[in-house]
């Protein structure tokens, strides 16, 4: 029989990316106590696997104990736990929990990386003890979650939230006498396309800056250049109109907003308006805050997952 010496039940948090997987190890009270980074094999789905199996080992050792697991990545798991990623393409079409439990011989949590950005927030950070959290991304993609009573909302097809992907306004669209749009999901006009970092960038050279840089567009707006503050205008529109849907979905207690474009202090200020902008009288935009845990949400909403994973079963 093993004595155990500690009430320390560690957590390994995962965050899988298109070129690196960072690990990080929780204790009961979420403090983050040890973590490192590998790089993402994303060609063959076994060096992929064992790559994990790898990280997980090497947890056991230095936290002494086969500590739960929560993993975070990007793209969806459908309703059969298949995974559906662009960054990690040779996981695609895979049942990657069954697989990773097989090989790890534990119970596994996985969840779109987005969502777990959501639940970190909603637990410790910028949405803590509000009942209804929407966590949203803008960055490289727009993507979030909800959560209810610190719990991700999680049903059918995973996908509860995914606000990138509504269509976006027709009615913008049309006032800006814009194109509609090819998302990378494969529809046509989602929001994503105009609300995310290269839909800012793009915005920004439709409009003749000639420039799709988010950097150049900042730095043109503090000098109130007209192409840059049109584009601006533009943008609140959009990204208004799509977080007015989150209103309109979920009446949330708070919106928690995180990825690089929330480091604007621009856009996160002349957030509510442009969401009022969208609603009738008498609906208000909640309250909207920037994150807490910036780049460190993936790992720590990945090791939530996992502990209340763990707890659950
Ligand atoms: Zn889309």
């Given at each position: 029989?093993?004595?155990?010496?500690?009430?320390t039940?560690?957590?390994y948090?995962?965050?899988?990316?298109g070129?690196?997987?960072?690990?990080?190890?929780f204790?009961?009270?979420?403090?983050?106590?040890d973590s490192?980074?590998?790089?993402?094999?994303?060609?063959?789905?076994n060096?992929?696997?064992?790559?994990?199996?790898?990280?997980?080992?090497e947890?056991?050792?230095?936290?002494?104990?086969?500590?739960?697991i929560g993993?975070g990545?990007p793209g969806?798991?459908?309703?059969?736990?298949?995974?559906?990623?662009?960054?990690?393409?040779?996981?695609?079409g895979?049942?990657?929990?069954?697989d990773?439990?097989?090989?790890?011989g534990?119970s596994?949590a996985?969840?779109?990386?987005?969502?777990?950005?959501?639940?970190s927030?909603?637990?410790?950070?910028?949405?803590?003890?509000?009942?209804?959290?929407?966590?949203?991304?803008?960055?490289?993609?727009a993507?979030?979650?909800?959560c209810?009573?610190?719990?991700?909302?999680?049903?059918?097809?995973?996908?509860?939230?995914?606000?990138?992907?509504?269509?976006?306004?027709?009615?913008?669209?049309?006032?800006?006498?814009?194109?509609?749009?090819q998302?990378?999901?494969?529809?046509?006009?989602?929001?994503?396309?105009?609300?995310?970092?290269p839909?800012?960038?793009?915005l920004?050279?439709h409009?003749?800056?000639?420039s799709?840089?988010?950097?150049?567009?900042?730095?043109?707006?503090?000098?109130?250049?007209?192409?840059?503050?049109?584009?601006?205008?533009?943008?609140?529109?959009?990204?208004?109109s799509?977080f007015?849907?989150?209103?309109l979905?979920?009446?949330?207690?708070?919106?928690?907003?995180g990825?690089?474009?929330?480091?604007?202090?621009?856009?996160?200020?002349?957030?509510p308006?442009?969401?009022?902008?969208?609603?009738?009288?008498?609906?208000?935009?909640?309250?909207?805050?920037r994150?807490?845990f910036?780049?460190?949400?993936?790992?720590?909403?990945?090791?939530?997952?996992?502990?209340?994973?763990?707890?659950?079963?």
């Open positions: 029989m093993s004595v155990t010496t500690t009430n039940r560690i957590t948090g995962l965050d899988i990316g070129t690196k997987i960072e690990i990080g190890l204790d009961n009270d979420l403090k983050l106590i490192w980074r590998v790089s993402t094999p994303t060609q063959d789905y060096e992929f696997l064992n790559a994990i199996a790898a990280l997980i080992s947890a056991d050792k230095r936290s002494g104990q086969q500590g739960t993993i990545m969806i798991l459908d309703k059969n736990a298949r995974v559906k990623s662009a960054n990690v393409g040779c996981a695609t895979k049942p990657i929990v069954a990773l439990e097989k090989l790890l534990r596994v996985v969840a779109n990386d987005c969502r777990l950005f959501a639940l927030e909603s637990c410790g950070g910028a949405g803590d003890n509000k009942p209804i959290v929407y966590g949203a991304i803008i960055g490289t993609g993507g979030g979650g909800l209810i009573n610190g719990q991700l909302y999680q049903s059918g097809n995973n996908i509860a939230g995914e606000y990138g992907h509504m269509p976006a306004s027709g009615h913008l669209i049309q006032k800006y006498n814009l194109p509609t749009r998302c990378g999901c494969g529809l046509v006009g989602c929001s994503e396309v105009y609300i995310a970092g839909g800012l960038g793009w920004y050279n409009f003749g800056s000639g799709q840089s988010t950097t150049k567009f900042v730095s043109d707006l503090r000098d109130k250049d007209p192409i840059a503050v049109k584009t601006f205008d533009c943008y609140m529109a959009f990204l208004g799509a007015s849907t989150l209103v979905s979920y009446d949330p207690d708070i919106i928690v907003v990825g690089g474009l929330s480091k604007i202090d621009e856009i996160i200020t002349a957030l308006n442009a969401i009022n902008n969208h609603l009738f009288d008498g609906v208000e935009s909640p309250l909207i805050l994150a807490v910036g780049d460190s949400s993936g790992v720590r909403g990945a090791a939530i997952l996992g502990k209340q994973h763990a707890e659950n079963h």
